[in-house]
């Protein structure tokens, strides 16, 4: 028995899709890492080597809409909150048909019927105030609850995440 | 030509239906866009495109597909799958009744 709205096994499959190459940034193979979280559907983080994210995905099977749900748990794992913005999140609806036919086939038989919602988070470079140029990393350390998501210069390492300094910096016995 | 142009054809064809694109870079054309997307597509502040919607003879407007974000192939292998699906299948079939 699965969570209601949890994808099962076949529709996992059909949303998944081999994740290609770092787009401007190293030209290194995209590891594509799913993380767990208290919402029901599934997540994937699309990320290089050096911790620079393509793009973040949650997928769920439900006729309701996952974005705030979405964005409130983005934000819980991003430093700052405020990097999360409304305008980087994107819906896309699966219906079924584009999906192969064992995913057809699936969908097609429960009623009423659902679709899959998938929310993207797609973070674009930007500049900091400074002129500077700031990508979209994440750190996956097993000493976080979660990964956490920071901006930082394209050159920077995995190693810069705000997170991981703050434990760094705390002094003995604190 | 853009993948989902050519794609989009093709489906239109099948279905022996026109074929009309709204351009989103055209001010009165993603005045449409926003509309139909906001009524029946992934409505977003900046949303996925493309998105791919069928109308039917009573007025009703079916959304299909909208674009994935991962990557350009995974797109077009949406693409692929909508053409070879069961759904187009049948609702050609019923329209040559």
Sequence with gaps: MSRR????AVLRAALES???????HCDRPVRLRTVASSLPGTWHVRACPSGVVSVTSYAEWTRRDPVDSVRRTLRRWTVPRSLVRSWDLRTATRHGPELGRRAEASLARVRPARGVR?????????RAKDGTER??????RRAHPGPVFFAASPSSKRSECPVCAQRVRRPRGA | MPLSVRKGRLLAKRLGVPFRTLDIDRPAEER???????????????YLIPQVFLEWSDGAVQ??????SEKVA????????LLASEWLRSVVREGSR
């Design chain 2, 32 to 46: 449409a866009a926003d509309r139909l997307v906001r009524g029946h597509g992934d409505d977003a502040p900046d």
């Design chain 2, 63 to 68: 959304h299909l597909l909208t674009g994935f």
């Design chain 1, 118 to 126: 998938v929310v993207y988070w797609r973070v674009y470079p930007f």
């Design chain 1, 5 to 8: 709205g949890a994808l099962p």
């Design chain 1, 135 to 140: 990508r979209l990393f994440v750190c996956f």
């Design chain 1, 18 to 24: 081999t994740p290609g190459t770092c787009y401007r």
């Design chain 2, 74 to 81: 995974r797109t077009s292998d949406a693409w692929d799958a």
